[in-house]
Every structure is written in C-alpha cells, then in structure tokens.
C-alpha cells in the first residue's frame, strides 16, 4: 500500500492536478472576495472564516473526479481490482494521496491567504488546526463520491452534486470553531464534532468507496 501511495503522489506531482489547479482556485477566490464585498476590514474580518473554508472546500472538489477516473480509463483500476492488496486499502490509501496533494498544501498555504482578508490575528492557529483535522474528510468522503461516479461520462457534475451535502457538516463545524476561536469563546464542542467526522469518514467510507467501485468495474 506504501508503493501505491508513493505511485500516487509522484503522478499527482507530475500533473500538477493536486498542488496546482487547488491552490490557484484558492489563491483567486481570496483575491477576488474584497472586489466583491468592498475594502473595509471589518467586514472582510468578519467573512473571512467562511470564505476561507468555502475556498479550501471548493479547492478539494476541483481535483476529486481524479482520484480513481485516471486509473479507471488506462485499466489500471481492474489489476489494482485484482491484485492480492485488498480493495478498501487501495482506496484509504488514494484518499490519503488526495490530501497529501490537495489538503495539505491547501491548509499551509491557507494562513497567507488569510492575511488578504484581514483574518484577526487569533485565527491563524485555528485556521490551521480546523483545516488540518477537517480536510482529510473532505478527501475521504470526496474519495467516496469518485468511487460512485467512475466510469461515467462527464460525471464530474454528479460527483459534485452527491459530494457537495456531505460536506456541509464540515463545512460547518469547521468555520465555527474558527469562528469561536478568534471571538475568544469555547472550542470545544464544534472541534470534537469536526474530528468526529473526520474519523468516520476515514473508518467507514473506504469500504463503501471499495463497495461501488467492485460494482462499477464488474
């Protein structure tokens, strides 16, 4: 699995699909918000934690129908279907790959691009600690939705359309804990939500991303 997940790093890097196109989407969507919504600081202060992780979910989206569709058109996802490493740990690991490519770079890159929306000072460390526990989850439910899609022309669109309400319970506890965090209240409960389905999602749905592509390859 360790070959596999370095496979699928050295690809990514490769294409630039995972750094490049997340990153660009991120870095545009930051710039163009204070066109938007006009320069005063107080009003992108107070913006800024749902515009930063509305962008850093829309960033993940963009590369998910990647995840298994490359492998799908070249027939490499049949031998991996085959091989003796077992199907749910293929998947976990191409989910990894996606965050390692996409998550990661999404969440150090992040702290810069809240300084364009005057992001207060106190939400930077929150920024970077909600981005790093929610992001696998949006790689590993995205990896679930890539699973139910592949093999379908043009499924980028319905990907997007089943992925998208199973990203709002992250999307939500992750802006509120930062929201909590730079207005000095507790933490606590939307954190331990958003790690709560971070773990779920990385416990459970590589066997249901195993489950659809089994079906969709047979």
């Known amino acids: ?3 596999l997940l370095l496979r699928d790093l050295k690809l990514a890097i490769r294409s630039g699909g995972g750094f490049g196109l997340g990153l660009a989407f ?3 969507l930051t710039v163009l918000v204070p066109f938007g919504v ?3 600081s107080s009003t992108l202060s107070r913006i800024a934690p749902g515009i930063l992780w509305v962008g850093a979910l829309l960033a993940c989206l963009l590369s998910l129908d990647r995840i298994f569709a490359l492998d799908y058109e070249d027939g490499s996802l049949d031998l991996l279907a085959t091989a003796p490493l077992p199907l749910e740990g293929m998947t976990a690991m191409k989910a990894l790959a ?3 490519t996409t998550g990661l770079p999404l969440t150090l890159v992040a702290p810069l691009l809240g300084v364009l929306l005057n992001l207060p000072a106190p939400g930077y460390q929150w920024l970077l600690i909600t981005l790093a526990i929610g992001t696998p989850a949006l790689s590993f439910i995205g990896a679930f939705g890539a699973a139910l899609t ?5 499924g980028g669109l319905l990907l997007s ?3 998208l309400p199973l990203y709002v319970p992250t999307l939500i506890f992750g802006a ?3 929201r909590r965090g730079i207005d000095g209240q507790a933490t606590t409960t939307p954190l ?3 790690a709560g389905i971070t773990l779920g999602a990385v416990a459970i749905l590589p066997f249901a991303a195993a489950a659809a592509i089994r079906i969709n390859i047979r």
Request: net charge neutral.
């Open 1 to 3: 699995m360790i070959a």
């Open 161 to 163: 359309l089943l992925v």
């Open 150 to 154: 592949v093999g379908l022309k043009r």
């Open 192 to 194: 331990l939500l958003l």
């Open 98 to 100: 996606h965050w390692l």
């Open 176 to 178: 509120e804990t930062l």
């Open 26 to 28: 991120f870095l545009i």
């Open 38 to 40: 006009g320069p005063e």
